[in-house]
């Protein structure tokens, strides 16, 4: 019974041990996952706050590229409105657009009194008409047409006076007096006052009468044209003086003078960065 009783006795102390350990043990656990559950809310939360940042953040974008895209049809509209208002500025009768200039000049010297025309004056000079100048433009569809009359101090000529064809963007003919294809451009290379010996010598900005054909191939502008005669003689002071070129003065009337000319020209414009050249070559026979 001793033994027995001994044998209770420490069963009961063992017993009250264990249940002590798990009162210990359980309010641990528990203090651990209230701690946990905490954490996670709040990165829960976290998470929230963010996508609801980076939601803001996508609305935002998207209304600035919506607004973006509303500024650029407005340009786009008050680009296209102003069309019509620069083509008011300019008088038109249907097709037909009419320009033209007029310059005048303050002149003084001692020349000569020849009776002919003269652009000096002495006696304290003379303010008189240098230019004036009437232009005719005409675009209906594929054709085309321009007119150029110009008077002068003493005389006046016709400029410019050709009927085209638009084949294409990149095809045109030209029927009637119009700017030979010669040289590198209509006014030679000149960059100052005076202009090149091209132009001196009636190679430049050379109107004559013909038929000339223009094409753009690539990078490659080429100009093929026959002309049968000169731009023809106006009113002035002498035959050879009453016209807009630099032509041969025929004063005998048995040298040289402008027929059955052929012209062929090729122009390619090279681009390197921010340079840019044209290289070409042009051929006159006649």
Request: with cysteine; proline share 2%; aromatic share 12%.
């Amino acid at each position: 019974m001793i033994r027995l009783s001994a044998l209770l006795c420490a069963r009961s102390l063992f017993l009250n041990k264990f249940f002590v350990m798990l009162i210990c043990v359980f309010p641990s656990s528990i203090l651990i996952a209230d701690d946990d559950n905490t954490a996670i809310k709040a990165l829960e939360q976290r998470v929230q706050a963010l996508q609801k940042e980076l939601d803001n953040t996508r609305a935002a974008l998207s209304k600035a590229e919506q607004d973006k895209k509303t500024s650029e049809e407005k340009l786009r509209a008050i680009s296209t409105a102003s069309e019509p208002m620069k083509q008011d500025d300019k008088i038109r009768f249907g097709n037909l657009k009419v320009g033209g200039a007029i310059r005048a000049n303050y002149a003084i010297g001692d020349y000569p009194e020849t009776g002919g025309a003269s652009r000096g004056f002495d006696d304290g000079g003379n303010f008189a008409l240098d230019t004036f100048r009437l232009n005719l433009d005409y675009k209906n569809g594929p054709y085309l047409g321009k007119l150029e009359y110009r008077w002068y101090n003493g005389y006046n000529f016709l400029h410019t006076g050709w009927l085209g064809y638009q084949l294409d963007d990149n095809q045109q003919i030209q029927l009637g007096v119009n700017r030979v294809p010669f040289g590198p451009g209509a006014y030679g290379i000149s960059q100052s006052w005076f202009f090149d010996q091209h132009y001196y010598l009636g190679l430049s900005d050379d109107m004559d009468l013909g038929i000339k054909y223009s094409q753009k191939i690539g990078r490659w502008n080429w100009d093929i044209a026959y002309y049968a005669a000169d731009e023809g003689t106006y009113t002035g002071s002498s035959k050879d003086s009453a016209r807009y070129s630099y032509d041969v003065v025929n004063k005998s009337g048995q040298g040289y003078e402008e027929r059955n000319q052929f012209n062929l020209r090729g122009i390619v414009h090279l681009v390197s960065g921010d340079l840019k050249t044209d290289l070409g070559a042009s051929l006159q026979y006649g």
